[in-house]
């Protein structure tokens, strides 16, 4: 087993977690990342042919809900806790 | 039972007392990240609770299920200072059958881990040894029911996040069928595998409490009406006739537990689960992969964690995650990301859930040769605090035995077994899915032949 995987594909990875890392933490916990990644590998000793994947404990349809409005009185209280707010918007840093 | 419930409703009678004794015990083990007493809740029901067998008693609900106007930290730096703007379904139920929550318990951030250690806001003890971890995720929940702070508390278990304390802690932890208790309120971490459950200091309790918060709910697609089969008692105990791996005090309690089962009238028969050493690669592999996709509304920008100054949108979203997030969370979080990127999600995830589906069929057969399937609930008993003889990763790979029920959707209980050197042992029972009823059973019967010891120090008139 490799001590760690190619670097790049763990900055890739954190690219597209959105995590910045410096050298030495994706060093450290790219480390546990090759070892799992390696473990998971021991799923192939599994014989699956003809076994359909689980996405769920438990599908039994398709869920659906009457298309009707329902009032909700959670959005004065949600936007509270906005870090920053000007009325009824949330303020972000310069998107253009 | 009724002698314990009845010690709990003299709770607002004599609430001095009460906080003083929650308190001492709070500086010794770190239970709660936010108690609070004397909250009053607002029930959505006008039916009077007076009859229901939780009217009156306090709990505890682990700190990544929402109670309004309790802080929602999930033990993260990441949502410090957030403050629920609403409540939980589980938790409405209880409030509305006269329970009362007093506080949020402390917990793995996220729920990712087996020792609450990776909580990034306080540090947990186990009553029982307080250099000691009180187990994880739901550490907290089982520390304080343990101690005595509270009867019976919330937790949740995503892969043995109720069981496992329950067992380092000596209280009884319940993993609900899936679906079957409302996750309305429930902070997700992997959203196909985790329900809400109960720990508790007696099976009754943990039986009554599981009747109040299970049912179907409009807030929640994934829920369920539970529908067991006719009743009819437990009579095979299906055990893995290959077990190898334990600490020897588990060991012990285990051999002495399958006797005692024995005594009882139980036939104890051996089966085989060759699927049980692929569950934990199965497990992480889902897990992680879930967890990646639903820690991205994480971002700084609604709630939480900002960055005191950030470029543009992608920088303010990058600083807050990175400051917020602790090791073990990034961690899982990179694992999730790998499985899921374009390219290998057939080889780990796809391939993951097939897994899923023969670890199931294992069980499927199981449950025909047997009416029960029984295993200790972890390996080891709660380990030292830093201790460095289980690495993360060998903590991941202790989670054999409960990771299952989360992949299959059965139903789990972790009961107080026993004690080796002085630390809480417990036994894991499964049964198909909706069939909790069987798991009181052989737990209530097994309590009558071993009653569970109660943590030194622990009292029910807290006159100190």
Wanted: proline share 6%.
């Amino acid at each position: 087993m490799k001590h760690i995987m190619d670097i790049r594909e763990l900055e890739i990875t954190a690219e597209l977690a959105q995590i910045a890392f410096t050298p030495a933490e994706l060093e450290r916990l790219g480390r546990e990342v090759t070892q799992m990644v390696s473990y998971f590998e021991k799923m192939k000793e599994v014989d699956t042919d003809g076994l359909e994947p689980t996405t769920h404990a438990f599908v039994k349809a398709n869920r659906v809900r009457p298309d009707t409005v329902t009032p909700s009185t959670l959005a004065d209280a949600a936007l509270e806790r906005a870090p920053e707010l000007e009325d009824r918007f949330i303020v972000i840093p310069n998107v253009l | 039972m009724a002698k314990l419930e009845d010690s709990w409703r003299r709770f607002s009678e004599k609430s001095a007392s009460y906080t003083a004794y929650a308190k001492a015990w709070e500086a010794k083990i770190g239970a709660f990240l936010s108690f609070n007493p004397q909250y009053k809740p607002t029930s959505t029901s006008s039916a009077p609770s007076g009859d229901s067998p939780v009217a009156g008693l306090p709990f505890g609900v682990k700190d990544n299920i929402a109670v309004v106007e309790f802080p929602l930290t999930c033990g993260s730096k990441m949502l410090e200072g957030l403050t629920s703007p609403y409540t939980a379904t589980a938790v409405q139920k209880l409030i509305d059958a006269g329970a009362r929550p007093v506080g949020k318990t402390n917990l793995d951030e996220f729920g990712m881990g087996s020792s609450t250690d990776n909580s990034a806001l306080g540090k947990t003890n186990n009553p029982w040894d307080v250099t000691r971890v009180a187990g994880g995720s739901s550490g907290g929940s089982a520390a304080c029911v343990a101690a005595g702070q509270v009867p019976f508390a919330l937790g949740s278990d995503t892969g043995g996040s109720v069981r496992q304390p329950a067992s380092f802690c000596g209280v009884y932890g319940l993993k609900p069928t899936y679906g079957t208790v409302s996750r309305f309120g429930l902070t997700a971490y992997a959203s196909s595998l985790e329900v809400i459950g109960v720990l508790a200091k007696s099976v009754g309790l943990t039986r009554a409490v599981y009747d109040i918060i299970k049912g179907e709910d409009g807030n929640d697609q994934t829920s369920l009406k539970s529908e067991p089969g006719p009743a009819r008692p437990v009579r095979k105990i299906g055990v893995l006739k290959n077990l190898t791996g334990l600490a020897p005090g588990v060991e012990t309690i285990y051999r002495e537990s399958l006797a005692t089962l024995k005594k009882l009238g139980y036939t104890v028969v051996e089966v085989e689960l060759p699927t049980l050493e692929y569950a934990v690669s199965a497990y992480y592999t889902i897990a992680t992969a879930e967890a990646s996709a639903n820690l991205a509304r994480f971002n700084g920008i609604r709630y939480g964690l900002r960055p005191e100054y950030a470029e543009n949108p992608e920088d303010l979203i990058r600083k807050a995650r990175t400051a917020g997030f602790g090791d073990e969370v990034k961690t899982r979080i990179l694992l999730g990301s790998y499985v899921l990127r374009s390219g290998f999600q057939d080889q780990y995830y796809t391939k993951a859930q097939k897994v899923r589906t023969a670890i199931r069929r294992d069980f499927d057969r199981i449950f025909e040769e047997a009416d029960v399937f029984l295993s200790p609930t972890f390996p080891t008993t709660a380990f030292a605090h830093g201790d460095t003889t289980m690495t993360s990763f060998q903590q991941k790979l202790a989670d054999k035995f409960t990771v299952t029920a989360n992949l299959t959707g059965q139903p789990g209980l972790s009961f107080p077994a026993g004690l080796a050197d002085g630390l809480p042992v417990g036994l894991q029972v499964l049964a198909p899915v909706f069939e909790e009823g069987r798991l009181f059973e052989v737990a209530d019967r097994f309590a009558e032949a071993v009653p569970p010891a109660d943590c030194p120090g622990t009292s029910l008139d807290w006159s100190l």
